[in-house]
């Protein structure tokens, strides 16, 4: 007997309970099929939850004469094909970093370092500009842009912005938390000069950037030219003794064990602003062996720990 697909009619009747009824079979293999194509179960899950809630609001226009599943997954398929094509582009503008060769003839400090200076400055930071302004000029023929849109074109002007003002250049301040440290371990940047620096610049129990922490430190921490740092920024709403005790304990079970502390200034977070990190999210930055800024990437994810890797050989010299 052939499968009877309740209708878009019955679904909307019957209210959201009904709903998760309908899409509870789907569920399971459009997660399985996200965590195989990004790698990433934190991304899986929030592909999922963005498909579900495009086929509630799209329930009005299912076609009856098609099986739910093949709708569904088709809305799914749209979902996982923007958001590859935003992470292609989060990263594309910054390949050079990674392919730029290495000259032989240098240390390798001097080797990572230059060839990372040389690619930033061949970067097409005018072709950039003007993709940000075409995501300008959308929003105004529309009116507004859809959430993700919004997001995406936010993010790209804090591109833009480590492109022109950050980029190649010295760090434009220093880790210098005083009493804001929660760890014993303390690095600044001033006297990390000769290794490459990591920095996580992140909300404390954030999940997506814990993703990109734990296995990160844990590969960092078997080398001896590279440290990682993470800072957070507190809530004034809540003691900073009890947030202290709090990102101790998630550090610990993410096995982290370097520096790791607050940025000071409570109110303005003028730390996180001087490094155009996000508040309320994560943000990575690398700086090279002699204290220049090579590196930028919000939101990072337990999908982009090779390639920071990749990138952390690249600044080293490897």
């Not at 179960?41 to 329930?59: F, I, V, Y």
């Not at 009493?179 to 490459?196: E, I, Q, Y």
């Not at 370097?258 to 996000?278: C, I, M, N, W």
Request: aromatic share 8%; with cysteine.
């Amino acid at each position: 007997m052939r499968e009877r697909h309740p209708t878009s009619e019955e679904a909307s009747a019957a209210g959201p309970a009904s709903f998760e009824e309908l899409v509870e079979a789907a569920s399971g293999p459009l997660y399985t099929h996200f965590a195989r194509v990004t790698g990433d179960p934190e991304s899986a899950r929030d592909l999922l939850q963005d498909t579900l809630l495009r086929a509630w609001k799209g329930l009005a226009s299912y076609d009856l004469s098609r099986p739910f599943r093949l709708w569904i997954f088709r809305i799914g398929q749209n979902s996982l094909r923007n958001y590859l094509r935003r992470r292609r582009l989060e990263v594309q503008w910054l390949q050079p970093l990674v392919d730029e060769p290495v000259s032989r003839d240098s240390g390798p400090g001097d080797a990572g370092g230059e060839a990372l200076a040389c690619a930033l400055r061949r970067l097409p930071v005018a072709a950039f500009d003007e993709h940000v302004q075409a995501l300008d000029e959308k929003e105004g023929r529309l009116g507004k842009l859809r959430p993700e849109s919004a997001v995406y074109r936010m993010r790209s002007r804090d591109n833009l912005e480590f492109l022109t003002r950050l980029a190649g250049r010295p760090a434009p301040r220093d880790l210098q938390l005083g009493n804001s440290w929660v760890s014993p371990a303390r690095l600044t940047l001033a006297g990390a000069r000769g290794k490459v620096v990591a920095l996580v610049f992140r909300a404390a129990k954030d999940q997506r950037s814990a993703a990109f922490l734990g296995p990160l430190a844990e590969a960092l921490g078997r080398r001896d030219d590279a440290r990682l740092v993470t800072v957070s920024f507190l809530e004034s709403s809540t003691p900073a003794a009890a947030q202290a005790d709090v990102l101790r304990t998630e550090l610990e079970d993410l096995g982290f064990s370097g520096p790791a502390g607050f940025d000071p200034d409570v109110e303005g977070k003028s730390l996180f602003r001087a490094f155009h990190a996000t508040v309320g999210s994560a943000t990575f930055h690398i700086a090279d062996r002699d204290g220049r800024l090579v590196w930028f990437q919000q939101d990072p994810r337990g999908i982009d720990v090779d390639f920071a890797l990749a990138l952390l050989d690249r600044v080293a010299g490897r």
